[in-house]
């Protein structure tokens, strides 16, 4: 098993072939919901309005079918508690989309367990779609013993929907594989009522504190007997102490003259985190992380899951990995990391992400990819839209809507602006046709009929076979595009074989003028574990 490592394909293949027993710290998963719905990137346009072009990422629909049939033989087979309760499902839902969903789900859990360590924790996120399916799937994989908390995410702000109450959280079932996983304390930060209810006292220079009993009277334990400035109690701290909080101002004495304790705002961890999260805020289009990634979720939320439950160099895997949040919060917070994703779409904008934010510090390998022709033909045959995007992945560019003769012969575009004078600069493209099949001389002609269309500076044919010479003649003929940087030939013929060599388009320098995908911001060094971070203690 390679660490900080992006694998492509089927996440239960991977886990079978790559991941070995007990070799895991934490597992984050965040599974298509059953919610019959359709995922699309949603891509922004240059001046930072939505585009209209989207691209399919993933259907969230599920039918039962030969597979799933086979999925759910295979897990009955097995035997044990969770052949029993599939077999409970399948009376209660029948040949139903539901089943077809928890079929696809069984196996992928068991092998999570499998490799998971002793000392590991599992975080499923769910929506109440299927969340109380789940839950029973988990208990009969990780055991009831296994369940520590349904934790509620408030994933957005309250809004209206027919005919029932505004739907506005998502549930992780939290399990772990024995009682002695790892877990660290965490702290959520006060909300404004309870420190206004609470911190209501102020010093002159402005400090907030609550005022805390210091008598022991009641306590079970006791406490120390002893007479302090004329009154004598029963007190929860030793006179060493409670002479040194009166030096250092942290005694408030009332009317009749009894020592209560200032506990001051900015000294305060916080609230011990709850199994209600209401104070991560659900991404929205203003936030610099949001990438348009369907079913993206906040850094900060995946944070808060790793440090409670992982280390400084502890193992994460997530087999959902879609855009790549719990890979980029495991490298910022200095864990080493596994993702695995079935799309190269997805693939490709973990890529881009982890170098966007990390440079070169973004030091992993991908499994799975094309390394040679055969690799990519067999790739070109398997699913022709997979192939697209890799090939298109290898060059840095965004792949267009799918829709049947939408783009007319466009696969993909990179933008890039090229002025010296920043102020001045407009948006330039690069129109991209990708062919696995055979090519002939009217593919570069109809490409420059697009690019004259688009008003395009340069267009690029990438192809399976080697173009021939008729197509070098017709890309020749179309001349050069001028940027401060020289000339471009406006139409360039690139083989697979030559991108896997490390041939790529001939245009201004990318780092510097590349604008194609919205980049990630830079990690700014790991964050405070949450019971460092200056709110209130329990």
Known sequence: MAENTLYYGDNLEILQRYIADESVDLIYLDPPFKSDQNYNVLFQEQDGTRSAAQIHAFEDTWHWDQSAAEAFQKIVEAGGPVSQAMQAFRTFLGESDMMAYLAMMAPRLVELRRILKNTGSIYLHCDPTASHYLKILMDAV???????????????????????????????????????????????????????????????????????????????????????????????????????????????????????????LDESKGLPAQDLWTDIEALRSWHKERLGYPTQKPEALLERILQVSTNEGDVVLDPFCGCGTTIAAAQKLNRKWIGIDVTYLAVALMKSRLKDMFAENADFQVVGEPVSVSDAQALAEQDPYQFQWWALGLVGARPVEQKKGADRGIDGRI????????????????????????????????????????????????????????????????????????????????????????????????????????????????????????YADD
């Open 415 to 534: 933008y890039f602006h090229d002025e010296t004078d920043s102020a001045k600069a407009s948006t330039k493209q690069i129109i991209l046709s990708v062919k696995a099949g055979h090519v002939t001389a009217s593919y570069v002609r109809d490409l420059r009929g697009v690019i004259e269309r688009e008003k395009a500076q340069i267009g690029v044919l990438i192809s399976m076979e080697e173009p021939t010479a008729p197509m070098r003649k017709e890309a020749a003929a179309a001349g050069f595009y001028k940027s401060p940087w020289g000339t471009h030939p406006l139409m360039q013929l690139i083989t697979i074989e030559e991108l896997l060599a490390g041939k790529r388009i001939d245009y201004p320098p990318s780092k510097q003028v590349n604008t194609t995908f919205k980049k990630a911001p830079k990690a700014r060094g790991k964050k405070l574990n949450t019971a460092e971070l200056p």
């Open 142 to 264: 990780f055991g009831f013993e296994g369940f520590k908390n349904e934790i509620i995410w408030k994933r957005t702000s309250g809004h209206s929907d027919a005919k029932r109450f505004g739907n506005v959280h998502d549930v992780l079932l939290f399990y772990a594989k024995t009682n002695k996983y790892t877990w660290n304390k965490a702290y959520q930060k006060y909300d404004a009522d309870y420190v206004t209810t609470y911190y209501r006292y102020s010093d002159t220079d402005g400090r907030k504190w609550m005022s805390d009993n210091l008598s022991a009277s009641g306590l079970s334990g006791g406490g120390y007997d002893y007479e302090w400035k004329g009154i004598k109690r029963i007190w929860r701290c030793p006179p060493e102490t409670m002479a040194r909080y009166d030096k250092e101002g942290k005694i408030y004495y009332t009317e009749n003259g009894i020592p209560r304790l200032k506990r001051y």
